[in-house]
Every structure is written in structure tokens, then in C-alpha cells.
């Protein structure tokens, strides 16, 4: 039997906490994949289906920690130092709201761990131009040689380089965890 799309079934039942979920689960995954402005209209959409979940589910720890990484996903697309910590900030207290919902998850734990690092990171990827190569080029007044030019197309593919692994990493771990936290019960003895 195949699983209905996300937005098939909360049309359904909009009340069910668990499509929201999956809802916002599946806008967050996809943001990955669209340009700047349009990921960050998706990540936006994600936390409203999420925090939808919360307002029929107030203690659902997984929308909390979906919640979590969508704020850190909106930080890191955040070029703003100071704006980009106020989704840090969320981010850390929805990942700790989900460790305290489900103690004994790994994820969730490892999850709260690295968002204390996320500023720290943010801030080396803005500095070094990792987050402008990924956002596009923006204004210019210098005129470039051949051979500069040749040398920044160089330094701009490693730059996509790692930032593609970090996001491809990033995308992995979230669809392991939220696998995990789908897991069907054993079947009674």
C-alpha cells in the first residue's frame, strides 16, 4: 500500500498532528533544493504546518525537533549575523523541548548539541563566502583578469563543493532521525 502525500492527507484530516508533521517534515526537505528566497518561503511554510502540529499536539517531540531544524536551515540562509541568531535561539529551544518530550533519543540529544556550535558555524561560513557563492553573486566593481577569473571559478566549486556535502549531510541525518522516529511498534506476542 502506498503513503499518501502529506498535503493529500492532511486535505483529509487537517487536525491530525502526525500530517502536519510529515507536512513540515517534507517542506523542510524540499527547501533544500530551491534558490535562497524560494527555500526560504518553503522553510517558512514548514514552521507554520509544525507549529500547526503543536497548536493539536503541544508535546509532539518530533515537530519540535522538525521545528528546530527549520530554524536553523532559515538561520544559515540568513546572511545577518544578529537576525540569524533569533532562529539559533528557537532552534535551541525547540531541540531542547524535544529532548525533555523523549530523553532516551540520540537524535534529538546530538541535535541540541550541535545547534550550540550553529553560530559559531554560520558566522565562518558567511566570513569566508561559502553562504554568498550559494546566494548569488551580488554587486561588483571590480573588473577581474582571465586568470583571476579562472582562479575564483576554481575557489567558487570547491565552495559549492563543501557546502553541497554539508546540506547533503544535514538532509541525511534529518531523514534518518525522522525515519526513526516512525518506527512501527513490534507486533504483540
Known sequence: ????????AYAKNPLDADNLTRWGGALLEL???QNVPDSKKMILDAISKLEEAL?????????????GNAHTSHAFLTPDQEEAKVYFDKATQYFE??????????????SL????KAPELHTEIHK???AQQAMGPGPSASTTTKQQ???????????YDIFGWIILAVGIVAWVGFAKSHVPPP???
Do not use: I
Open 31 to 33: 527547501s533544500q533544493f
Open 55 to 67: 497548536e493539536v499536539s503541544p508535546t509532539k517531540h518530533d515537530a519540535l525537533w522538525c521545528l
Open 149 to 159: 577569473s579562472t582562479k575564483k571559478k576554481k575557489s567558487s566549486d570547491l565552495k
Open 97 to 110: 523541548q524535544a529532548v525533555e518530550g523523549d530523553p532516551q533519543n540520540e537524535l534529538y540529544k546530538k
Open 187 to 189: 507486533p504483540p506476542r
Open 128 to 130: 569566508h563566502g561559502f
Open 113 to 116: 548539541e550541535v545547534a550550540a
Open 1 to 8: 500500500m502506498l503513503a499518501k502525500p502529506p498535503e493529500a
